[in-house]
């Protein structure tokens, strides 16, 4: 395995230029939470901009990737593990551009505004076949 250390880097909080720049570079992103998140920005942002996700199987994260298709999920605190999938992905860049392009599409899909505009009416439709058109249970 070639050394990738020199590849990776933690850039903290960003403002939004500068963020949409790093990820227009990336060749993938990292969410390492050590807390039980339930949707979190970064990983919707990367996969906005076409970039695969390796996040912590905490919280909600492990629900917004589709494991080795947009990400990849690795045990939380596992350090070892999390580094060798980073570098997997540095290491195969066909392979992180095809994981990028799934990830652009699962955005597309279902992270728009009109998407989910779409899918409360469809929840609120569903709740309301589901106990009458009074709203009575």
Same mark, same amino acid.
């Given at each position: 395995?070639? !050394?990738?250390? +020199?590849?990776?880097?933690?850039? $903290?909080? /960003?403002?939004?230029?500068?963020?949409?720049?790093? /990820?227009?570079? #990336?060749?993938?992103?990292?969410? #390492?939470?050590?807390?039980?998140?339930?949707?979190?920005?970064?990983?919707?942002?990367?996969?906005?901009?076409?970039?695969?996700?390796?996040?912590?199987?905490?919280?909600? *994260?492990?629900? *917004?990737? +589709?494991? +080795?298709? &947009? $990400?990849?999920?690795?045990?939380?605190?596992?350090?070892?593990? /999390?580094?060798?999938? *980073?570098?997997?992905?540095?290491?195969?860049? &066909?392979?992180?551009?095809?994981? $990028?392009?799934?990830?652009?599409?699962?955005?597309?899909?279902?992270? =728009?505004? +009109?998407?989910?505009?779409?899918?409360?009416? !469809?929840?609120? #439709?569903?709740?309301?076949?589901?106990? $009458?058109? =009074?709203?009575?249970?």
């Amino acid at each position: 395995r070639s !050394d990738t250390s +020199d590849q990776i880097r933690f850039h $903290g909080r /960003l403002e939004t230029t500068a963020l949409r720049e790093l /990820l227009r570079r #990336s060749a993938v992103a990292a969410v #390492s939470s050590r807390y039980h998140e339930n949707m979190p920005l970064a990983v919707l942002e990367a996969f906005a901009a076409g970039i695969p996700v390796v996040v912590s199987a905490l919280g909600g *994260l492990p629900e *917004l990737i +589709d494991p +080795d298709v &947009d $990400g990849v999920v690795v045990p939380p605190n596992d350090s070892a593990s /999390l580094g060798s999938n *980073l570098a997997r992905l540095i290491g195969a860049p &066909d392979l992180a551009f095809a994981m $990028g392009r799934k990830a652009r599409a699962k955005a597309e899909r279902l992270y =728009t505004a +009109d998407g989910h505009v779409d899918r409360l009416a !469809d929840l609120y #439709s569903e709740a309301a076949a589901r106990h $009458g058109a =009074t709203g009575h249970a």
